[in-house]
């Protein structure tokens, strides 16, 4: 079990939890009290997408999510370049694709 410092917070992690999960679709939904983020894996030619990992949080903390990684964002565009997002899904599209599903 290794264990990470990171900003005075010490954190351990095993193994197997270590070496992550590739996810490349995320599948939203929330509730008043909580948001469930899925985390899954899609593959060509695959009718199914496999959920990777379930994330529960509270709305305070979702919110701090999307803070947190808006400013890792741009921090890593000001010393890798510009993140390119080759296409903007329509709004069916991106519900098919699990973006923002709305109420669980």
Known sequence: M??????GLELSIDEQTGQGRYSNLVVITHSASEFVLDFASMLPAMPKAKVQSRIIMTPEHAKRLMMTLQDNITRYESSMGKIEVKMQPSTDEAMAMGFNMGEA
């Open 2 to 7: 290794a264990e990470v410092q990171q900003m």
